[in-house]
């Protein structure tokens, strides 16, 4: 089967597979392909994981999610098609970000995670190469593991384990009952990190550290109420 979608050139890899931006025949735009290429996935496991994230599709734009728009055939693999975010990863930033701009890119990228938690998706594995960065706008991208529903026992880590919260990875590497709350926990810790490594600010930083700290002690009020604190600062 042909598919509508050409590859044009490489622009990630990730542990199943490489991400390429591609041109829609049909509609003429840019997008991004995620060609799986690892055996351990199959193409069922990719169909129902796309199933998942267009249940979404209606909301994920106007809360700086990248929307997932299907599958389409590469050969004997099968490619997951996405919009085309523009900007960076903000792994790739070469120097420290203005408070003010990194509120901003607080404010939506809590927002991404308000979302997806309050459809039933967790990302598990925010950190900063999964978030694009274009000026003062930012969006959440790469949901390859995100889950819904979770799983409650783990047989090793899944995510980063740089960027988890602690108590969620030593869970998994135990392999004992994780709780949906604990993920959801573990996203706005994993956000917050990345937050932080953004910036040189101190009070910022501090402010960043009370979410994990939060995050750390499974107080959701608390951490409500420091996300607030940082998104509404001056």
Same mark, same amino acid.
């Given at each position: 089967? &042909? ?5 044009? *050139? ?118 900063? *190469? ?27 880590? &899944?995510? &980063? ?36 490594? *953004? ?36």
């Amino acid at each position: 089967m &042909t598919s509508r979608y050409k590859l044009v *050139a490489p622009i990630g890899r990730g542990a199943f597979g490489q991400v390429w931006r591609a041109k829609d025949a049909k509609s003429a735009k840019d997008v991004a392909v995620k060609v799986v290429k690892s055996p351990r996935v199959k193409d069922s496991m990719v169909k129902e994981e796309v199933r998942h994230l267009q249940a979404i599709s209606h909301g994920c734009a106007q809360h700086n999610v990248v929307c997932y728009k299907g599958t389409a055939p590469f050969g004997s693999r099968l490619g997951i098609v996405m919009d085309l975010a523009p900007g960076v990863p903000m792994s790739k930033l070469k120097s420290a970000v203005t408070a003010p701009r990194l509120r901003k890119w607080g404010r939506q990228l809590f927002d991404a995670l308000d979302f997806l938690h309050s459809h039933g998706v967790v990302h598990r594995d925010v950190k900063p *190469a999964n978030i694009m960065v274009d000026g003062d706008e930012l969006i959440l991208i790469d949901l390859g593991i995100a889950c819904s529903p979770c799983p409650h026992v783990y047989p090793g880590v &899944t995510g &980063t384990p740089h960027y988890m919260l602690p108590e969620l990875r030593d869970k998994m590497e135990g392999g004992k009952y994780v709780s949906t709350g604990l993920l959801r926990l573990g996203d706005y810790y994993s956000a917050a990190k990345s937050l932080r490594e *953004a910036t040189d600010s101190e009070r910022v930083v501090a402010e960043l550290k009370a979410i994990q700290s939060a995050a750390k002690e499974g107080d959701v009020k608390k951490l409500k109420a420091a996300i607030v604190g940082f998104t509404r600062s001056g």
